[in-house]
């Protein structure tokens, strides 16, 4: 794919209201100054390692499956895949809940009919042409985003009253996180959202090896992170402190453009939501059909897979997914986070050894057993309720899973690889 299509596709990305939502929650339970720390924080992380993975994937032309069967071998490459499409299927099914309330809320009527609507609308637009049109129209309907955003705010201070107490807010003190400072808990609820590091490696996928460096500077770089974190979240802030009525909920923000703005607000989020809808369904439907053609052997074309993965997230959508979100995003995040700690050092040893003249580790059940270790003792540290020590949980995983799997590939005799698993 050429640098402008590929830029636009991955810069869909950015308008994803779960950001906006999540800048509102970490500042309404942990303090605004501290909430504004986690956010610089995670905008550095989040590039760096953006960087080191989709170069990577430029520069030997991996997806998510092709990279995982360098570390964990064909058995264990399925895993990852499978990760990814839940956690691309949580996001879809996230967005299109708040398209669903938005709609209810402007004009009413039952949530299966929107969320038929929705659904049966987003997932035409993921399949060849429709994508590629799509793929055209992503940078004019960027600036529609911003723009939108830029005047809710001028709106909601106009009809509101300019409050700076977004600015002073000290936080909800939370038992859970008791001994941890509140810009560590802030930049952990962010790590939840890593698995999007994982989308950006399927897009570098598509890229040319010869755009990587303009890819790593301008598309996965600083002038994509800082604006999907830094503005979505200080959006987030703003608005939900601003707007009277609006919930620290996940639809609470689209609740309040719409009862603000009427159907200016619902326009600006169906075009957001829509936008980011078309990166969540790709990934889901490819990384979907990988699974089954890897795992059961099923050549189904890419338009039946596409109707599974619409199916599920209509059925999804009718349950109380708005409930469960930090949950399911710090579980999905324990997973996510392994998998990226493993991805990190293998591309240091491999740029090490192919640096100097050696072959690329192609580890197999020591990059299998790295991803347990770390997984599970992220799992006990999210359950360690109460206790300082789950406050950390993110970044240990991460850690862990990094040093784990670089001991075990120096330790453990590499084999040499072969077709399938390269």
């Not at 939900?240 to 639809?251: K, N, R, V």
């Not at 689209?254 to 809808?277: D, Y």
């Not at 991805?343 to 991803?371: D, K, Y």
Request: with cysteine.
């Amino acid at each position: 794919m050429r640098r402008k299509p590929l830029r636009a596709f991955w810069y869909s990305v950015s308008s994803a209201l779960v950001i906006v939502y999540l800048g509102a929650a970490t500042a309404n339970a942990y303090g605004t100054v501290n909430a504004l720390i986690g956010i610089a924080l995670s905008v550095v992380l989040m590039t760096l390692i953006c960087q080191s993975l989709t170069g990577f994937s430029l520069r030997h032309g991996l997806n998510v499956d092709e990279l995982s069967r360098r570390m964990f071998g064909k058995g264990g490459a399925v895993i990852a895949t499978i990760t990814l499409f839940l956690a691309a299927l949580y996001f879809a099914v996230f967005e299109t809940s708040v398209l669903v309330f938005t709609f209810q809320t402007q004009f009413g009527g039952p949530k299966e009919m929107w969320a038929a609507i929705v659904v049966l609308y987003s997932t035409p637009l993921i399949i060849g042409r429709m994508r590629q049109f799509l793929d055209r129209i992503n940078g004019w309907l960027l600036p529609i985003y911003w723009g939108g955003f830029a005047v809710a705010i001028v709106w909601a201070t106009i009809q509101y009253g300019l409050s700076t107490d977004w600015m002073t807010h000290a936080g909800i003190p939370l038992a859970v996180m008791e001994g941890v400072p509140g810009w560590v808990a802030a930049a952990a609820s962010y790590m939840g959202t890593w698995s999007v590091l994982l989308f950006a490696v399927d897009f570098a996928a598509l890229g040319r090896p010869g755009d990587e460096q303009y890819h790593r500077r301008w598309t996965f770089g600083f002038p994509f992170w800082v604006p999907t974190i830094v503005f979505n979240s200080l959006i987030g802030i703003v608005l939900i402190f601003t707007i009277q009525g609006a919930e620290f909920s996940e639809a609470g923000v689209a609740g309040g453009l719409v009862k603000m703005m009427g159907i200016i607000g619902l326009l600006l989020v169906f075009v957001s939501q829509t936008r980011i809808n078309t990166a969540n369904y790709y990934v889901a439907v490819t990384n979907l059909e990988t699974t089954g053609r890897q795992a059961f052997r099923l050549g189904w074309p890419t338009w039946a897979w596409a109707s599974m993965s619409a199916v599920l997230i209509f059925l999804l959508v009718l349950l109380p997914v708005m409930e469960y979100m930090l949950i399911t995003l710090a579980w999905l995040g324990v997973v996510v986070l392994a998998w990226i700690g493993i991805a990190l050092a293998h591309i240091f040893i491999s740029n090490r050894q192919t640096g100097s003249g050696g072959a690329e580790p192609h580890p197999g059940w020591p990059g299998v057993t790295s991803w347990v270790i770390s997984a599970a003792l992220g799992f006990a540290i999210l359950q360690a309720k109460g206790s300082w020590i789950s406050g950390y949980g993110a970044f240990v995983t991460l850690v862990v899973a990094a040093l784990s799997y670089y001991f075990l590939v120096k330790a453990v005799p590499q084999p040499v690889p072969t077709a399938v698993d390269s």
